[in-house]
């Protein structure tokens, strides 16, 4: 078992990750938000390298905190999966971009919701009095996910809305989780 002050320092060395992956979320969300209008070609690749991003920090904060404690494989899984499809959408022809990159971002959206429920159950033994609203936005993420995929194209406006709420939703948890890791800290 691993001692309280090697925990202690390996989450204050990494609450600043899920701080990071949150900012670009939100981001994205008011971007989405703010220009329906730009080309989803631009969105879609702007969203690569963004999951390409995120999917570096997630694998260095699972290789970081595989040392700390065994919760670190879905952290490694998600980084990789982000890794591999935001250098397929790269790979792809403006054609067939468009196309999927709704499809990726629903499920994208989806898996990251789920990990993070799973993520939030495990830090509730910490501090309890957070974990309701974080779910409910975790359920309303999902949810949304949900809609999206199941009519990306034809939903029209309603993408934009989806897209953009989904971001927000999922931002905020981030930002506050990384709040959250930090704080537990100086519980320890």
Known sequence: MKSISTIRNGLSRLWWIPLITGILCIGIGVWLFCSPETSLAALAYTFAGCMIA????????????????????????????????????????????????????????????????????????YSPAWIGWMICLLCATVFLSIIFLSSPITGGIAVWLYLGISFLCFGVFRIALAFKIRKINSLL
Do not use: D, H, K
């Not at 250098?87 to 054609?95: C, G, R």
């Open 54 to 125: 995120a999917g570096v920090l997630n694998c260095i904060y699972a290789l970081t905190a595989s040392g700390i404690g065994g919760n670190w494989g879905w952290a490694l899984a998600l980084g990789l999966l982000e890794l591999v499809a935001g250098a397929w959408l790269f790979t792809l022809p403006a054609m067939l971009l468009t196309e999927a990159f709704i499809i990726v971002v629903g499920i994208w959206i989806l898996v990251a919701a789920i990990n993070s429920i799973c993520e939030t159950a495990m830090l509730s033994a």
